[in-house]
């Protein structure tokens, strides 16, 4: 029972601290676009998650043959 209110608190301060963060500029962004370094990070991220998306994948796969075998 005292998971429930601290879960509420919880989104409570979520929900209202939005609207803060959508009105504060965000100089760094700006610059990164304005130099175009904003792709670099993108593509940096878009790799990172490429990776960890193939290493799931094959982990699935590998985790397949295993209880294949344990089957047999």
Do not use: H
């Amino acid at each position: 029972m005292n998971r429930i209110p601290k879960i509420l608190l919880t989104a409570l301060a979520f929900f209202l601290s939005q609207p803060i963060w959508a009105q504060m500029p965000v100089e760094m962004a700006d610059t990164m676009r304005a130099d175009g370094k904003i792709r670099v990070v993108i593509g940096v991220v878009a790799i990172i998650f490429i990776g960890i998306v193939v290493y799931l994948i094959r982990l699935e796969m590998r985790m397949k043959r295993i209880e294949k075998r344990i089957q047999e």
